[in-house]
T-cell receptor, first 111, second 116 residues
C-alpha cells in the first residue's frame, strides 16, 4: 500500500465549476501537507501548505486537512482553463527531509 | 532571479549505457533534492543533499544510481548500466536551508530519460 493515495483521474469539468481533489495517507506521523501544481512538461510548483487539521484559504483555492481520517483535500472555486494541470498532494514529517507525493490528478477545465 | 535548471532536458540512451543528469539549484540554496516521476506514478524521492553531504539517500533504487554535489551547488545524478525501467522524468528541487520540511522546494523542469 502506498503511503499517499490519490486518484489519478483524469478529471474534466466545465469552466466555473467547483473542483474537489483528494488524497488519503496512512502514516499518522505526517505533519505537513502540501498541494503542488504541475503544468505539462514543467516542474511542480507549490500551491498551498498546511500544518494542522482545518481549512486554509488562498484566493480561489482552499486546502483542507482532516488528521482524524487522514484525508486531505484541495478545492478550487470558479475554476478557469488556466487551472488545467496535474495536482499533486504531498506530505511529510519533521526530521525526515523528504516529501511523500501522491500520484497526481490530471485536471482539465473546459471553456 | 534564475530558478532551478536541469540539463539535458531530454536524453535518449541505449540499455546498458551510463547517463549523467545535471542540476543547478537556485543560488544560495543549501538543500537539494532529486525525485523521479514515472508514467502514472507520483514523484518518488531519491536523495537529499544538505550542502555537499547526503544525509538521506534512502530513495536510490539500486546501486546503479549515485549522486554527488560539489561546492554546495551543482549536483549530478549518475545512472550506470541503464535499464528500460529507468525511463522517467528526473526532477531536481532546491530549498533555502532544508532544515524545515515546510520550507518551499523549488523544482526544475526535469530531464526526460528514455532508455531503449
Amino acid at each position: 500500500q502506498k503511503e499517499v493515495e490519490q486518484d489519478p483521474g483524469p478529471l474534466s469539468v466545465p469552466e466555473g465549476a467547483i473542483v474537489s481533489l483528494n488524497c488519503t495517507y496512512s502514516n499518522s506521523a505526517f505533519q505537513y501537507f502540501m498541494w503542488y501544481r504541475q503544468y505539462s512538461r514543467k516542474g511542480p510548483e507549490l500551491l498551498m501548505y498546511t500544518y494542522s487539521s482545518g481549512n486554509k484559504e488562498d484566493g480561489r483555492f482552499t486546502a483542507q486537512v482532516d488528521k482524524s481520517s487522514k484525508y486531505i483535500s484541495l478545492f478550487i472555486r470558479d475554476s478557469q482553463p488556466s487551472d488545467s494541470a496535474t495536482y499533486l498532494c504531498a506530505t511529510g514529517r519533521q526530521g525526515a527531509q523528504k516529501l511523500v507525493f501522491g500520484q497526481g490528478t490530471r485536471l482539465t477545465i473546459n471553456p | 532571479g534564475a530558478g532551478v535548471s536541469q540539463s539535458p532536458s531530454n536524453k535518449v540512451t541505449e540499455k546498458g549505457k551510463d547517463v549523467e543528469l545535471r542540476c543547478d539549484p537556485i543560488s544560495g540554496h543549501t538543500a537539494l533534492y532529486w525525485y523521479r516521476q514515472s508514467l502514472g506514478q507520483g514523484l518518488e524521492f531519491l536523495i537529499y543533499f544538505q550542502g555537499n553531504s547526503a544525509p538521506d539517500k534512502s530513495g536510490l533504487p539500486s546501486d546503479r544510481f549515485s549522486a554527488e554535489r560539489t561546492g554546495g551547488s551543482v549536483s549530478t545524478l549518475t545512472i550506470q548500466r541503464t535499464q528500460q525501467e529507468d525511463s522517467a522524468v528526473y526532477l531536481c528541487a532546491s530549498s533555502l536551508a532544508g532544515t524545515l520540511l515546510q520550507e518551499t522546494q523549488y523544482f526544475g523542469p526535469g530531464t526526460r530519460l528514455l532508455v531503449l
